[in-house]
C-alpha cells in the first residue's frame, strides 16, 4: 500500500514538474535577454552611463528632464506617431483586400497566395536596400524608367514628401502578406450557414460582407491593429537601409533617434529613458486598443 501510494506521489510530482521543465529553457532566453536587459536599460535611465569603459552615474530624474526638452526627440515622436496613423488603415485595408480577394476559389490561387507572401520573408533590412535601389535619385530604376519612357527624373529620396510616403508604401509592401494570413484564417472560420441564410433572406454581397464578414473578423481586427502599431513603432531596420531619416530628417522616427543617440553619440543613459517613453507610448496604444476593443464588444 505504502509503495502504491509512493508511487502515486511521484506520478503527480512528474505530472506538476514536467510542464515546468519544458518551460524551463525558454523561461532562461527570456529572463536573459529580455527581462534582464529592460531592468537594466530602467536603471541606466537613471544615470549618465556613457557605454563600455565608463561607471553609470546616478542623476535621478535628469535624462527625463533633458529628453522633454529635446525638440529633435519631440520631432521624431511625432513622425513616429504620423507614421502610425497614416500606415494602420493603408496596412489594414490591403491585408483585408487580399484576404477577401484570395480565399475565393480562383485559379492559381496558391500561386498568389505564396506571391503576396514572399516579401514578408525578407527582412527589413534587405527590403530597405531593395527599395533604396529602386527608387534613389541618381541611379535608381524607378527613374530610369521614366528616362526611357521620356518623362525625365523626378526627386525621390531627396523629395521629403516622396521619402514619407515611400517608407508608408514599404512597410504596406512588406508586411500587407503577413497579416493577409490572418485575416484569410479569420474568413475561412465563418460558418457558411450565415451566408446561406443571407442569400436566402435576399441580402447582395455588399450587405453579407457589412452584416456578417466585417462582424465576424473584430477578434482578428483588434489582433491585427495592435501587432501592425507594435511593429511600425520599432521600425528601424527598415528606415535605416531605405532612407537613413532623411530628408531634412523627415523620415527620423523614434526608434533610429534612440539608436543614434546610444551608439552614435554614446549616451547610453539617455537613450534608456527615451526607450522607457517609448515602451510606455506603446503600452498606452495597446492598452488603449483593448480598452476600444471591450466597448465595442470584439473581446
Known amino acids: 500500500m505504502a509503495k502504491k501510494e509512493q508511487s502515486f506521489k511521484s506520478y503527480i510530482f512528474k505530472q506538476k514538474a514536467v510542464p515546468y521543465v519544458f518551460l524551463l529553457p525558454n523561461l532562461l532566453i527570456f529572463g536573459t535577454f529580455i527581462i534582464t536587459p529592460a531592468i537594466m536599460g530602467v536603471y541606466f535611465s537613471f544615470t549618465s552611463f556613457r557605454g563600455l569603459g565608463d561607471q553609470p552615474q546616478w542623476i535621478g530624474w535628469q535624462n527625463y528632464v533633458d529628453l522633454f526638452t529635446d525638440?529633435?526627440?519631440?520631432?521624431a515622436i511625432l513622425n513616429t506617431i504620423y507614421l502610425v496613423a497614416a500606415t494602420l488603415p493603408i496596412v489594414f485595408f490591403f491585408s483585408l483586400l487580399l484576404a477577401l480577394i484570395l480565399v475565393q476559389p480562383l485559379k492559381l490561387r496558391a500561386f498568389f497566395r505564396a506571391t503576396y507572401y514572399w516579401p514578408v520573408m525578407i527582412s527589413f533590412l534587405v527590403v530597405g536596400m531593395i527599395w533604396r535601389w529602386i527608387l534613389r535619385d541618381s541611379m535608381g530604376y524607378f527613374n530610369g524608367v521614366l528616362d526611357t519612357l521620356g518623362i525625365g527624373r523626378i526627386e525621390t529620396l531627396l523629395n521629403p514628401r516622396f521619402a514619407w510616403w515611400?517608407?508608408?508604401?514599404?512597410?504596406?509592401?512588406?508586411r500587407a502578406g503577413y497579416?493577409?494570413?490572418?485575416?484569410?484564417?479569420?474568413?475561412?472560420?465563418?460558418?457558411?450557414?450565415?451566408?446561406?441564410?443571407?442569400?436566402?433572406?435576399g441580402a447582395n454581397r455588399i450587405q453579407r460582407f457589412l452584416h456578417i464578414t466585417y462582424p465576424s473578423l473584430r477578434p482578428a481586427r483588434l489582433m491585427i491593429f495592435i501587432l501592425a502599431g507594435m511593429e511600425i513603432f520599432k521600425i528601424y531596420p527598415l528606415v535605416e537601409s531605405f532612407t537613413r531619416g532623411g530628408p531634412n530628417y523627415q523620415t527620423e522616427f523614434a526608434v533610429r533617434y534612440i539608436y543614434e543617440?546610444?551608439?552614435a553619440y554614446r549616451q547610453i543613459g539617455m537613450a534608456s529613458a527615451m526607450s522607457v517613453v517609448m515602451i510606455i507610448i506603446v503600452m498606452i496604444f495597446t492598452l488603449g486598443n483593448l480598452v476600444w476593443a471591450k466597448r465595442t464588444g470584439a473581446i
Open 166 to 174: 515611400s517608407v508608408v508604401f514599404v512597410f504596406t509592401w512588406s
Open 71 to 75: 525638440p529633435s526627440l519631440f520631432r
Open 179 to 201: 497579416y493577409m494570413i490572418m485575416f484569410m484564417a479569420a474568413l475561412l472560420s465563418i460558418p457558411k450557414q450565415l451566408y446561406e441564410a443571407a442569400e436566402i433572406d
Open 261 to 263: 543617440t546610444a551608439f
